[in-house]
């Protein structure tokens, strides 16, 4: 099955210094046959035209790899599309491509322009220095863009630890404020293995697991806390929250911790809950009270007074979690999985049938 993070396998890029670096010693490195028959300077000639070509194809190759390597964003999942969005800015993304791509033309001008120069120089010397002012002029226009190299390599970096997503599998998006117990119920339950502790904000991105529920395998995502607050003030780790719930979710299990143990009252957890409610209408949603082991009786009684039909569970020891995991997947609705599953096959025959091959 293919797992997608469509930024996690970009190649290597150089930074506009290191491209240099390379295209330099390639072109110092072209050997060439020398002919007796030829004088000094037309040896010098081919020599020196011949390391420009090579420096400017070396250039241009590791220009075009950043450019062709780095996956289209306007055909990947929006999911990632939105955390590019939030994490990077995807204008500021596309302008920074842009302007490496951008690059090339120039370089060719540049070089074009230098070549002429150099078949028609007399002198060595003329040729020399010609050769090395193309490599000057387009080393300049290297570093002019490093600042957007840069931001692509930081881009790479970021969205690449971005969790591998299977498209079409049916999901579970747990949410809540910070310190619920989300990352608990999650580790418990699925492959994932995010990190637990005791105070808020331990989790700051998106983590996908996985896990089978009777005979259905289910994708189940861990998400950061999210704060009660206007969606013009959450912040980026917040936002990547609502990403997933936006863009993956098929349940959502929102939590609350009754017991007030996370930092925050039950009021405000509802005042949340009310407000994922309303931004994902359509949505499945199950509401859970966690930690319902330590929470003090009044407590508990308010609780359900105020969400009658919220699930009880314990994440740490397990107790509910199964019943939970099977009401969840009953709400997902299957039915468009199985039509996809329909047209990929569908599409699979057609294909066949096309091909010369068969
Ligand atoms: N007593 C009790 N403690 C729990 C339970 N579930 C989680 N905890 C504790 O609550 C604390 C927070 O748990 P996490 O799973 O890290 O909470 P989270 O919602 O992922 O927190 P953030 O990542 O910060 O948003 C940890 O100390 C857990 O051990 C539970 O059912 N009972
Ligand atoms: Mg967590």
């Known amino acids: ?12 890029i150089l930074r506009a210094e ?7 010693n390639r072109s110092v490195r072209v050997s060439m046959k020398s002919s007796l028959r030829l004088s000094k300077i037309e040896r010098t000639r081919i020599r020196e035209i011949t390391r420009l070509q090579e420096f400017t194809k070396n250039v241009k190759l590791k220009l075009k790899a950043i ?34 791509h951008n690059c090339i033309p120039l370089i060719d001008d540049i070089t074009n322009r230098h070549l002429e120069a150099m078949r028609l120089a007399d002198d060595f010397r003329q040729i020399k220095r010609s050769r090395s002012a193309a490599k000057g002029r387009i080393a300049s226009i290297l570093r002019a863009t490093s600042d957007n190299i840069d931001f692509i ?14 498209p079409n599998s049916p999901t579970i998006v747990c949410a809540g404020f910070p310190n619920v117990g989300k990352s608990t119920l999650v580790r418990a339950v699925s492959t994932a293995e995010p990190e637990i502790a005791y105070y808020p904000f331990t989790t700051r991105q998106v983590i996908v697991g996985h896990l089978t529920v009777g005979n259905q395998m289910v994708q189940i995502v861990d998400t950061p806390g999210i704060l009660d607050r206007p969606m013009s ?5 917040e936002r990547s929250a609502i990403a997933a719930l936006k863009y993956l979710a098929n349940v959502i299990i929102f939590i ?3 017991s007030e143990a996370c930092g925050w009252t039950l009021e405000e957890q509802i005042n949340l809950y009310k407000e994922v409610r ?12 966690n930690k319902v082991d330590i929470t ?6 308010a609780a359900r007074s105020r969400i009658p039909d919220a699930f009880e569970i314990v994440a740490i020891d397990g107790q509910g979690v199964d019943e939970l995991l099977r009401r969840a997947v009953d709400e997902v609705d299957l039915e468009p999985i199985e039509e996809s599953i329909e047209e990929y096959k569908a599409g699979l025959s057609q294909r066949k049938v096309q091909s010369p091959d068969d």
């Open 233 to 237: 003030k959450r912040n980026e780790i």
């Open 296 to 301: 003090p009786k009044d407590h508990m009684e």
């Open 256 to 258: 609350i911790d009754p």
């Open 278 to 289: 309303r931004m994902f209408v359509l949505n499945p949603l199950l509401v859970v009270f």
């Open 1 to 12: 099955m293919r797992r997608l993070n469509p930024f996690r396998n970009i190649p290597t």
């Open 18 to 24: 290191e491209i240099i670096e390379f295209a330099h």
């Open 153 to 166: 390599i930081e881009a790479k970096t970021k969205l690449g630890r971005l969790p591998g997503v299977i």
């Open 67 to 100: 450019v062709d390597d780095f996956p289209s964003l306007d055909r990947i999942h929006p999911f990632y599309l939105e955390l590019a969005e939030i994490l990077i800015g995807v204008d500021r993304l596309k302008q920074a491509l842009g302007a490496v």
